[in-house]
């Protein structure tokens, strides 16, 4: 298990527990389980690389302890 910290830089900070293997989108999706956002909004990004639904966090090496940004669409 992994803990992720999303930002949206609105005050919204949300840590969040998966696994490695999951995909952005069951990141988005347990997200959006914590803030009420539906999934299909958020946009995650890391400097200028925004993050697709299909990959797995392992394969973008999004590690333990990581800030992503969040931005809503």
């Known amino acids: 298990m992994i803990e992720i910290l999303c930002n949206d830089r609105l005050g919204k900070k949300v840590r969040v527990k998966c696994n ?15 803030t009420g956002t539906r999934a299909e909004k958020i946009v995650l990004k890391k400097w200028y690389t925004v993050y697709k639904d299909h990959i797995t966090l392992e394969d973008y090496e999004i590690h333990d302890g990581m800030n992503l940004e969040m931005y809503y669409q």
Request: net charge negative; glycine share 6%; proline share 7%.
């Open 20 to 34: 490695p293997d999951d995909t952005v989108g069951d990141l988005k999706k347990l997200i959006a389980a914590q």
